[in-house]
């Protein structure tokens, strides 16, 4: 059984960083894109930070480029997303995600598998 469970959201300054991380187990996680999303109430969950299962391909949304850093620790079976000049609107709940299949390239437009139970991030101005 996969299981998906993130970390390290909370409480931030405008300006200020966080770093969440999403630790996998129940499957070989060097071989799966793994992705992170947010979602705000009444708002579609939209993919912000992908990376493919070798960690050579990364995404972005808009919203985030040049701002959020995702990468990878195979060692540890963990994701990481490093969120930097952090502001209001990044206000949501993170959610993680394994992709559906083996050695893919970027699931933030669709091939999530299994979803962690999502961390909040709020970011006060």
């Known amino acids: 059984q996969v299981e998906v469970v993130e970390s390290g959201g909370g409480l931030v300054q405008a300006g200020g960083s966080l770093r969440l991380a999403c630790k996998v187990s129940?499957?070989?996680?060097?071989?799966?894109?793994m992705g992170w999303f947010r979602q705000v109430p009444g708002r579609e969950r939209e993919g912000i930070a992908c990376i493919s299962w070798s960690g050579s391909y990364t995404f972005y949304g808009d919203s985030v480029t040049g701002r959020f850093t995702i990468s990878r620790d195979n060692a540890k079976n963990t994701v990481y997303l490093q969120m930097n000049s952090l502001k209001p609107e990044d206000t949501a709940m993170y959610y993680c995600?394994?992709?559906?299949?083996?050695?893919?390239?970027?699931?933030?437009?669709?091939?999530?598998?299994?979803w962690g139970q999502g961390t909040q991030v709020t970011v006060s101005s």
């Open positions: 995600a394994a992709a559906d299949q083996a050695l893919g390239r970027n699931i933030c437009n669709g091939g999530a598998g299994t």
């Open positions: 129940g499957l070989l996680f060097e071989d799966y894109a």
